[in-house]
T-cell receptor, first 116, second 109 residues
Framework: KAGVTQTPRYLIKTRGQQVTLSCSPI?????VSWYQQTPGQGLQFLFE???????NKGNFPGRFSGRQFSNSRSEMNVSTLELGDSALYLC???????????????FGPGTRLTVT | SQKIEQNSEALNIQEGKTATLTCNYT??????LQWYRQDPGRGPVFLLL???NEKEKRKERLKVTFDTTLKQSLFHITASQPADSATYLC????????WGAGTKLIIKP
């Protein structure tokens, strides 16, 4: 099976702009989670979708949003970019949803976002 | 509040020795505990999962223990190799995942 794919891999944006990142999960996986990773903060949970519904949300401002489509593909959007949004954004898929048992995550390669 | 602690300092181990990484948690009762490996610039890779009623789990050179009384998990790599050098993350699961900050492991030849 193909792994989790994320596009684009690298992105440079200017403060105030918005950005949309895309994630295609492993075939058959219905759960998709998004994370932000920075050197100082580690892996920070953004949100998790299962069957097109947001099931969990991390402690991020409303500028960060996401959605999941019927084919389980997911997008996340960040509006009004700030310098502090520069990070590696990781998408992970899982064959199970929250509370359905072991919930191991399979990560994509990430999108490196740089805000200038 | 829920808290997970992993050694923040890098762990330097001589090749061939056993590397032991620690994951401690407070104010949490996880149903599962997971360990991941992450290389620079890449997404984490799932390694092992252990359930709350399991004491130990093994996979090749990897061994994980889970002590719910001490609220601690230990992750061991036996016969360590330079290729094992990476950052190792633990994650606790009980409906959702809570992540540790990771420990950088350096295996010296």
């Amino acid at each position: 099976k193909a792994g989790v794919t994320q596009t684009p891999r690298y992105l440079i944006k200017t403060r105030g702009q918005q950005v949309t990142l895309s994630c295609s999960p492993i075939s058959g996986h219905r759960s998709v989670s998004w994370y932000q990773q920075t050197p100082g903060q580690g892996l920070q949970f953004l949100f998790e979708y299962f069957s097109e519904t947001q099931r969990n949300k991390g402690n991020f401002p409303g500028r960060f949003s996401g959605r999941q489509f019927s084919n389980s593909r997911s997008e996340m959007n960040v509006s009004t970019l700030e310098l502090g949004d520069s990070a590696l954004y990781l998408c992970a898929s899982s064959p199970k949803g929250p509370g359905q048992g072991s919930y191991e995550q399979y990560f994509g390669p990430g999108t490196r976002l740089t805000v200038t | 509040s829920q808290k997970i602690e992993q050694n923040s300092e890098a762990l330097n181990i001589q090749e061939g020795k056993t590397a032991t990484l620690t994951c401690n948690y407070t104010n949490y009762s996880p149903a599962y505990l997971q360990w991941y490996r992450q290389d620079p610039g890449r997404g984490p890779v799932f390694l092992l999962l252990i359930r709350e009623n399991e004491k130990e789990k093994r996979k090749e050179r990897l061994k994980v223990t889970f002590d719910t009384t001490l609220k601690q998990s230990l992750f061991h790599i036996t016969a360590s190799q330079p290729a094992d050098s990476a950052t190792y993350l633990c994650a606790l699961e009980n409906y959702q995942l809570i992540w540790g900050a990771g420990t950088k492991l350096i295996i010296k030849p």
